[in-house]
Structure formats: C-alpha cells, structure tokens
C-alpha cells in the first residue's frame, strides 16, 4: 500500500503535490491545512485522514480532530500535528500513541524519519510557504511483507 502524507500546508496546496501522490491509496494530512479546499482538492486523489493544527481555525476544527488513529496495509498508524506535547521528541511521540507501529506528526516544518524500538515517527516536513531556510517538503510510505519504507519528496 502506498501513503501520501503531507503536513503544514498553511492554506498553500502547490501544484507538484499532484505528481508526488500518483499511486497512493491514502493520504495522511498532519495539521496546520489552512483552508478545507485543500482537504476537497486531495480527496478527489484518494481518501484522505487529516488532524487539526495549531494555526487551524474554527472551521478545520468543526470538522476534523485533533488526533486519529487508524490502520492502513495492516499496520496502526497516528496522526497528530503534535503542537499539545510539548518538545516534540520521537521518544514523546512513542510514549503518547505507544499502540502505533507507526506516528506521523507535523508542526515543526521539519522532515525526519526517526525509530523508537519498532516504532516509525515520521515528520514529512511541510508543503506549504517556505519557513526560513527549511526545505518544502512530504512524503510517501510504501507498506508491504517486508516492512515500512519512506520517501521524502523536496518540491522547492
């Protein structure tokens, strides 16, 4: 099964988004959307779970949660924008979602791929305005017999 996940678009869905979510089944959307047409335009993709970040108004808010947690290709996966944990760490990550094989957060703009024991904490970075000198960025899982395998994608 292949994953697309994005976070922090801050109201910006580029274009090369698109071509970087060919094949995906589903896609993973980690908070700060911005507006929900962005959320509309990626479900014309594939099916989309997205959680709620901190810049997020009422209306993103009314209609998505602040965590989920659901499986995908036979592995329990958690999303959150992480903004409530505080120094978000990949051990804090595991701690607070200790039943996932794999936790995808957002909130620090920040591409990372981290292992706490036999969980995944992966961070795509985010897609949307450039943030200082850090890369514009996502991500795609692939999930099969032999495990979880990670891409990320730098769109600028």
């Known amino acids: ?26 896609i993973l959307h980690a908070g700060d959307v911005g507006d929900a047409e962005i959320l509309v335009a990626l479900e014309v993709v594939a099916p989309v779970t997205a959680v709620w970040g901190n810049t997020d108004g009422f209306p993103i808010r009314h209609r998505l949660n602040e965590s989920e947690e659901l499986e995908l290709g036979g592995i329990t996966i958690a999303l959150t924008h992480g903004h409530t944990l505080g ?3 990949p051990s804090r ?12 957060y ?18 795509p970075g985010s ?14 899982v692939e999930i099969d017999s032999s495990g979880i395998s990670v891409s990320f994608q730098t769109l600028l």
């Open 1 to 26: 099964m292949k994953i697309g996940i994005l976070s922090d678009t801050h109201g910006l869905l580029r274009p090369e988004v698109f071509s970087h979510l060919k094949g995906v089944e589903h």
């Open 87 to 89: 120094s978000l760490t």
């Open 93 to 104: 990550l595991a701690e607070r979602f200790p039943d996932a094989d794999m936790v995808v």
């Open 106 to 123: 957002g909130h620090t703009h920040r591409p990372r791929e981290d292992r706490v024991e036999d969980q995944l904490i992966l961070n």
């Open 127 to 140: 897609c949307g305005p450039r943030r200082f000198d850090l890369p514009v960025s996502m991500a795609t």
